[in-house]
Structure formats: C-alpha cells, structure tokens
C-alpha cells in the first residue's frame, strides 16, 4: 500500500492563479481531512469529509473547494491564490467503520508546499 | 468541539523521562483523546489514543483522569530523535461535528545529550 499519497510535493503559484492539490489513499478510508501549516505554527483543518459524496468546512475554509466523488481521492481547489495561502497542505485520511467510536488514527500524506508570489 | 491546551514548548535530557501534560476542559462525553508527532517537513505520526485511565504502547503511556479534562503523554527515556512537536487532538464518535479533528498548537519537546 502507498498510504495517502500527495502531488504535487512543491508548487510556486503567482497572485490569482488557481491550481488543484490532489490527495489519493489506497487504504479504503472513509474520513478524509485536508489541513494547512504555516511555517512554525500548528495545523490548521481546512476542509474534511466522511465519506464520497459528503463533506463540511472546517477552521479556515475561506479561498478553498473541495468535492469527494471516489472513497479514494480528496482534491483541495485553490481559487484566486493569495500571499496567506502560502503554506504546507497536508491530506490524511482515518477509518470510519460503522460502529466505530474513536477516530482513530490519522494517516498524513507527506505535503504539499506551496508559496504564493 | 474540545480546545486544548498545552505548553509551548520543554526541554529534556536523554535518557529522561518526559511527561506532556494537555488541557482539555470541555471534553465530550464521547471524546477520544490522541497524541500525535511531528518533524519538520513531515506530516504528523501517530503516537497513542485513549478514552479514561491509561494507556500503554511499545513508544509511549497516556494518562487520562476520571474527570478526563487532561491528559499526560509519557516518554519513556526519552533520546535525540524524540525531538518534535507533540500534539493532542481531541475528538469521538463518527457523525456530526466530532468529525472535527482540530488540533491545538503542540508542545516542541527538545532532547539534549
């Protein structure tokens, strides 16, 4: 198994530009998140989904789309980039078995870094 | 959803053992606790998740009281390659907003020889 699986590793986008981060897990998790770290700071959720067809905003939505259409792929939509999007993005994806009452564990994807100029 | 709290940063030596504590003072009913690590450049690892009283793995103990407002993650004999950030989330039940996995700001633990 690749685990969570991220491209592209390293993106310079100029102001405006929109591009696609895309995120894929072989692992036939259900829950898969999407979050952002600015240089020296924590994580920050960006957008998170329980399952195809389904998913919800999280801390710091604002400038971001997503769409979950396979259990496998979590694509992050960048519209307009802007300087604060500069950051490192990471996918991760958890199970979400019926029944199940603890979260789990995250498996994290090894990031996107993108800067914005 | 449960905000945590925990210190900014420790120090340590090797061969120490370490305890990080995290605050989590509105904890749900159906809140599980985890702790994660993290080194630079790379997406967090999981390290240990539990619900009341302690927990035990082959890397690491969590520790988690009856009232479960906090938690303490314990190193045991802790080396240079445990520095990192550490950090607790706090979360639970598939379904609705505990879907919310937020974590808090993390504990940089720095080992010295």
């Known amino acids: 198994n690749a685990g969570v699986t991220q491209t592209p590793k390293f993106r310079i986008l100029k102001i405006g530009q929109s591009m696609t981060l895309q995120c894929a897990q072989d692992?036939?998790?259900?829950?898969m998140y999407w979050y952002r770290q600015d240089p020296g700071m924590g994580l920050k959720l960006i957008y998170y989904?329980?399952?195809?067809?389904?998913?919800d905003k999280g801390e710091v939505p604002n400038g971001y789309n997503v769409s979950r259409s396979t259990t496998e792929d979590f694509p992050l939509r960048l519209e307009l980039a802007a300087p604060s999007q500069t950051s490192v993005y990471f996918c991760?994806?958890?199970?979400?078995?019926?029944?199940?009452?603890?979260?789990?564990?995250?498996?994290f994807g090894e990031g996107s870094r993108l800067t914005v100029l | 959803l449960a905000k945590t709290t925990q210190p900014i940063s420790m120090d340590s030596y090797e061969g120490q053992e370490v305890n990080i504590t995290c605050s989590h003072n509105n904890i749900a009913t159906n809140d599980y606790i985890t702790w994660y690590q993290q080194f630079p450049s790379q997406g967090p690892r999981f390290i240990i998740q539990g619900y009341k009283t302690k927990v035990t793995n082959e890397v690491a103990s969590l520790f988690i009281p009856a009232d479960r407002k906090s938690s303490t993650l314990s190193l045991p004999r802790v080396s240079l390659s445990d520095t990192a950030v550490y950090y607790c989330?706090?979360?639970?039940?598939?379904?609705?907003?505990?879907?919310?996995?937020?974590f808090g700001t993390g504990t940089l633990l720095a080992v010295q020889p």
């Open positions: 692992m036939n998790h259900n829950y």
């Open positions: 989330l706090v979360g639970g039940l598939w379904g609705g907003a505990t879907n919310k996995l937020i």
């Open positions: 991760a994806s958890s199970y979400g078995l019926e029944g199940a009452i603890g979260p789990g564990e995250l498996f």
């Open positions: 989904s329980v399952g195809a067809g389904i998913t």
